[in-house]
């Protein structure tokens, strides 16, 4: 059973910056992409960043020069850099893992950080 544990989430103020982090286990399979998605009530859950195996991203324009994506293969993790953070930014945020194995692809999901910007 693939488990993604988040941790980083909080309360901060506007201008400030958040370090969030997930690592994943349990998979069979290679982990071929990680990322972050962000979602508030009433919202559908929309793509924050991600990143592949081979270190390629893609950020959603809202975050662009204010957030960077990294990972560790050998540890599975990912990481999302956040700074200049804007109310805007408060959501629930969720990390998701990508496995691979003869063409078909698994997703899994994290439980979920909270990030709060208010001052």
């Known amino acids: 059973q693939v488990q993604l544990v988040e941790s980083g989430g909080g309360l901060v103020q506007p201008g400030g910056s958040l370090r969030l982090s997930c690592a994943s286990s349990?998979?069979?399979?290679?982990?071929?992409?990680m990322g972050w998605y962000r979602q508030t009530q009433g919202n559908q859950r929309e793509l924050v960043a991600e990143?592949?195996?081979?270190?390629?991203?893609n950020y959603a324009d809202f975050v662009k020069d204010r957030f960077i994506i990294s990972g560790d293969n050998t540890k599975d993790s990912v990481y999302l850099q956040m700074t200049s953070l804007k109310p805007e930014d408060t959501a629930v945020y969720y990390c998701?893992?990508?496995?691979?194995?003869?063409?078909?692809?698994?997703?899994?999901w994290g439980q979920g950080t909270q990030v709060t910007v208010s001052s």
């Open positions: 349990g998979s069979r399979f290679s982990i071929i992409n």
């Open positions: 990143i592949s195996r081979l270190g390629d991203t």
């Open positions: 998701k893992a990508r496995d691979a194995w003869l063409g078909v692809f698994n997703d899994y």
